[in-house]
């Protein structure tokens, strides 16, 4: 087997541009926004610490509407304008060394989240109904620390503690004027994962498991049926696995990817007086777990710059899902440029489009023709 060519430097600097392009996602599968990057962390070299920002901004809409589910046996032409807001997040990263063997890591991300805000749409207001109003807002903040364990040369065990807090809140005017607002909570889960690495040809393998995080909300809720009071309610938001890859192919290139499976369909928020007043339905709900696949090629182009370009994907599960977060699968593709600002700081900048899967709700609105892109940059130094 011929020994594929890879410098230090070369292999250092390419792997700072998987930084963005495959520990991030501008938008991912259900309620999920940043794929965790673990692995690429534990081998940064020595002490290290990185910030970095994202934006994204989704475009979705539907087109009519059957309100049979809602007690009404009337179909409906109309549009419902974008539903999608756009969105901002936050991420930032610290890694050292103990000693020869064992290294530590603190991350902070944001891992799940949902900005959705319904217009007036084009609905004959005649027949007295409307998307208008209906919104979603979810936000988490999450902690991670991470303790590895250098076996030998080549593999690497690692385990750690998430805290992760989560607020959210929601309106439906056409649910009897649904509303809740949930308090923030805190909930706590693991990781524990493994690597291979051989440094020679830029190999890496690493496979994470990510425990479920459970959370007891304690809500608000109001209806024009019902009234008002105050509930509580336990989601978890869902474990999931993640393989992650790398390696050299050619002096100066990588290839990288990852498969990641999520276990949504375990995943629900079932407020008390929605599931009353839609007899007996989850205000969100999955009903079959998600997969996302992602390959990309990464170059050196000179000393101090690298680019990269890749593509994900998310298979539709062909379900009907929220009216909150209605698009099913999604591919996009990523072009992403790192550039070395001196020996030990770098900054990673990359942009990402892509088009959302059709999806259907449960008043057969059809939403159709969903794209996004969004934009990110990350600054690393080893020091």
């Known amino acids: 087997m011929s020994r594929i060519l890879m410098r230090r430097g070369s292999e250092t600097a390419i792997a700072t541009i998987l930084a963005l392009t495959t520990g991030s996602a501008a938008f991912s599968a ?4 940043a794929v965790p990057s673990t692995t690429r962390i534990l081998f940064e070299e020595g002490r290290y610490i990185e910030f970095g920002v994202n934006y994204a901004d989704p475009d979705q809409s539907g087109e009519g509407a059957d309100l049979t589910a809602v007690g009404t046996p009337i179909q409906l032409e109309g549009d ?15 890694k050292a060394n103990i000693n020869d063997r064992m290294s530590y890591a603190i991350i902070l991300d944001q891992p799940l989240g949902a900005d959705t ?4 749409g084009t609905f004959d207001p005649l027949f007295g109904f409307t998307y208008d109003g209906s919104t979603a807002d979810l936000d988490t903040y999450q902690f991670t620390g991470i303790l590895a ?3 030998n040369n080549s593999f690497k065990v690692f385990g750690g503690l998430r805290a992760q807090r989560l607020d959210a809140s929601a309106t439906i005017p056409f649910v009897s004027d649904y509303a809740v607002d949930a308090d923030a909570d805190w909930g706590y889960g693991y990781l524990v994962g493994g690597a291979y690495h051989m440094p020679e040809i830029a190999l890496r393998v690493g496979l994470t498991y990510y425990s479920k995080i459970e959370h007891s909300l304690d809500l608000e809720e109001s209806s024009a049926a019902l009234g008002a009071a105050n509930t509580e309610t336990d989601i978890d938001t869902p474990q999931s696995v993640t393989l992650d890859f790398q390696s050299g192919v050619a002096e100066n290139t990588l290839v990288f990817g990852s498969v990641r499976w999520v276990d949504w369909s375990e995943f629900a928020i079932n407020p008390d007086q929605y599931v009353a007043l839609t007899g007996g339905r989850a205000l969100v709900d999955y009903e079959e777990d998600w997969w996302t696949y992602s390959l990309g090629l990464a170059h050196r182009l000179t000393e101090k710059l690298a680019g990269s370009f890749s593509v994900s994907y998310e298979p539709s599960v062909d379900e009907t899902l929220t009216t909150l977060g209605p698009y099913d699968g999604r591919t996009t593709a990523t072009a992403a440029l790192s550039y070395d600002i001196d020996d030990n700081l770098n900054i990673t900048g990359g ?3 892509g088009k959302l899967g059709d999806a259907e709700n449960l008043l057969e609105t059809d939403f159709n023709d969903g794209s996004v892109w969004g934009a990110g940059v990350r600054v690393g130094w080893n020091f």
């Open 149 to 151: 364990y250098d076996i």
């Open 117 to 120: 805000s319904y217009g007036a």
């Open 351 to 353: 942009l990402t489009y």
């Open 80 to 94: 419902t304008g974008d539903l999608f807001d756009s969105h901002v997040g936050i991420s930032g990263a610290y």
């Open 30 to 33: 259900a309620l999920e926004r």
